[in-house]
């Protein structure tokens, strides 16, 4: 198992309820297509958890992490939206259902480096 994970906010902050939007500006998430790389502890995946129905999150390979480190500021990179779209139903369902949100698992790595194109 990795010891890092990649966290991206998938929804915006509209609408949301405070204690979410708390949990996210601890996570400093603060808009979408934002990503931090945490460290693989079990209170901060709490943390993810409580906001999986906005964030998703999996594990990430050294080499991304790399990537990510040169596009980071203040431990936040912000990402381009992903090419060919986060899934085929969308932004509101689960990655278990084919959706965009909650925990990716090794498919992570795939969605960050869609994520981090150039525009080439």
């Known amino acids: 198992m990795s010891s890092k994970i990649a966290v991206v906010l998938v929804r915006g902050l509209i609408g949301m309820r405070p204690e979410f939007r ?54 936040v990179a912000r990402l381009n939206p992903p090419r060919k779209g986060f ?11 084919g959706g965009a949100l909650g925990n990716r698992g090794e498919k992570m790595d795939d969605l960050v480096m869609r994520m981090i194109y150039d525009g080439r």
Not at 25 to 40: G, I, M, P
Not at 60 to 73: C, G, S, V
């Open 22 to 75: 708390e949990t996210l500006k601890r996570l400093k998430l603060s808009r979408k297509n934002n990503c931090v790389v945490l460290e693989n502890k079990q209170e901060l995946i709490g943390m993810v958890t409580k906001v999986k129905d906005f964030v998703t999150w999996g594990p990430i390979t050294a080499e991304t992490d790399a990537k990510l480190a040169k596009k980071m500021i203040e431990g």
């Open 87 to 97: 899934g085929r139903k969308g932004i509101k369902k689960p990655f278990t259902m």
